[in-house]
């Protein structure tokens, strides 16, 4: 279904977040094919791509591309959005994902281009024929809630972002629910625990206290045996 391209020193571990988000999202909103992506974990080396991933680009219908503020370095990444451009890739299918809030990837509408072209890689500069929708990474410490990739999703698998978007409202009403109900009962269980604490250390007073009551007894009985 889609190809991810990012720059592995500087997106490495955002890629797997969004693999992993886009795979849950893919899980919570099951259909006829599974989720297929491709995600190279290996860094290349010099040279040409390599079979395998040109075999990959090929057979994807969508091109994610992570942008962080050195992507634009990666003579990897330039070619990987290359290759899939002139293998029947469309821009319509060529979708963005933040890594680095610092990324600005606003629209100059007079130049018909981003307003920083030197901040993507040199395929995307004019590639577009007006603003392009982009997304923020899951897991980034400026924006980190769940599902935040729903729109990318929908735009792979090609289902209307509204209705997938109402049905995550409607998953995340339920998890909630959930979770205040498991609150709710450990709340319960932990004050059932505590009183049960309390009791059983009244009994053991009271234990101690008949102890000692029955050895004065006891002491007192053996006194008058002895007289």
Not at 31 to 40: A, P, T
Not at 175 to 191: E, F, G, P, W, Y
Not at 202 to 214: F, L, Q, T
């Amino acid at each position: 279904d889609a190809f991810v391209s990012y720059r592995s020193e500087t997106s490495g571990f955002q890629a797997r977040r969004v693999s992993g988000e886009l795979f849950e999202l893919a899980r919570r909103h099951p259909r006829e094919h599974s989720l297929r992506l491709f995600i190279d974990v290996n860094a290349l080396g010099a040279g040409d791509l390599g079979h395998r991933i040109e075999r990959a680009l090929e057979n994807s219908r969508n091109l994610v591309v992570l942008l962080d503020l050195r992507t634009p370095e990666s003579r990897w990444v330039r070619k990987e959005i290359e290759h899939w451009l002139s293998h029947g890739g469309s821009p319509e299918r060529l979708f963005l994902v933040r890594t680095d809030k610092e990324v600005d990837l606003s629209w100059d509408e007079l130049a018909q281009d981003f307003a920083v072209p030197e901040g993507v890689p040199e395929p995307l500069r004019r590639l577009f024929s007006g603003e392009q929708k982009w997304f923020d990474a899951p897991g980034a410490w400026w924006r980190s809630e769940p599902g935040s990739l729903a729109g990318l999703y929908a735009a792979i698998v090609d289902v209307h972002p509204e209705e997938l978007l109402v049905e995550e409202t409607r998953l995340s009403r339920q998890r909630q629910r959930r979770a205040r109900l498991v609150v709710t009962a450990l709340s319960a269980l932990l004050v059932v625990a505590v009183i049960a604490g309390f009791v059983a250390l009244a009994m053991s007073r009271s234990s101690v206290a008949s102890a000692k009551e029955a050895r004065a007894q006891a002491a007192a009985a053996s006194a008058l045996l002895t007289l």
